[in-house]
């Protein structure tokens, strides 16, 4: 089917699959993976992929395979990231709620490294720690209060939000963590939002960072450890033209700004930007609907399958693969779901647009599955491969 429009997507294959579903271009998921490895070449960087921004296996089995380790926020995550082939060593966990079950697997696995968010997490995790017979490998994660200018529901490095040690509490929990026999203090940890586009906020932090490690070295406390967390943002306005983030500038910002100590390995724990803009959702246009001067396109995909829009008020650039017209018109592009939220897109415009269309709703490769659910009985996305 001929159609004026610039699209890298396959779509006669496309075509051929019962919607709503998730197309990954794994090709363009290595080629991701290349541009990382190339920007941080010769550096002492290591990348952690954080599989909450999806955790297909087929994806973590891709990324692990070029070498990244992983950035877990649950026991299920890192049960699927062991199955995928990440060494535990290259596994960080993080999140505020670690239940005992789930530091147990962590220690039992030797994980690399435990990102404590607050005191009485670090208690029981060297209480677990004595009980096994382990130590545990652990950063204090710091709430560095910087802004990351980006949406409030992902902004997590301020001091309002429920994230990290604060600054003032930094050194007694540093002191506590040191005094604990089975707690081996690695380093910093910091990680202050994601969909961050505008590099000021990186460099705030690195120069925070710096002012830490030089108040720390004159306390004669050294760390092997700096891990700077996730959040670089990628283009949801126009996929085609930046498929790739742009990490050169990324890491750029970590080279020109942070002093490194000798020894001190840096980490990262990229998420959105590895997998974004290899997803896309493929949905098929139910009805086109006119109500009071306004047309609604209602697809066969919903919120249940790609929430970011009605939690986060996200843009996704929205694509009609088989409308032939040249003519276009002004839609809102909404799901089947009973929630007014399940809105993809107000005044889309798209090429006259008809029932059986098929629509793709791009850069979903983040977020998008991951948070899938089956909220009025639906089913779960499924995922076809490129590959
Ligand atoms: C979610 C998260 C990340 C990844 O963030 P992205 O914006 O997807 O890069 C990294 N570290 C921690 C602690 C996280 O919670």
Known sequence: METG???NLPISRLLKQSTPFYYYDIELLHSTLQAIKQAVSGMPYHIHYAVKANGNSHIMEEVFKAGLGADLVSGGEIKAALAAGCPAQAMTYSGVGKADWEIRLSLENEIGCFNVESIPELQVINQIA????????????????????????????????????????????IDM???????????????IGS??????PYVMLCETINRLQDEYAQRGIAFELI???GGLGVDYTDPEQHPIADFERYFNVFKHHLNLR?????????????????GSLLSRVLYVKESRGKRFVILDAGMTDLIRPALYQAVHQMQNLTSAHLETATYDIVGPVCESSDTFAHN??????????????RTAGAYGQSMSSTYNMRALPPAVFSD
């Open 227 to 229: 891990n700077v967390g």
């Open 130 to 173: 004595l009980e096994m017979d382990k130590v545990a490998h652990v950063a204090i994660r710091v709430n560095p209060d910087i802004d990351a200018h980006t949406h409030r529901y992902i902004t997590t490095g301020t001091a309002d939000n429920k994230f990290g040690i604060s600054l003032e509490d930094l050194s007694s929990v």
């Open 348 to 361: 889309s415009i798209l090429p006259l647009t008809q029932r059986g269309d098929l629509i793709a709703i």
């Open 262 to 278: 000798p020894c001190q390995t840096l980490h990262f724990e990229l998420g959105r930007s590895i997998v974004a803009q290899c």
């Open 195 to 200: 969909q961050i586009t505008d590099m000021q």
């Open 177 to 191: 963590a040191q005094s604990m026999p089975h707690i081996h203090l690695r380093g910093l940890h910091f990680h």
């Open 5 to 7: 429009l610039n699209t």
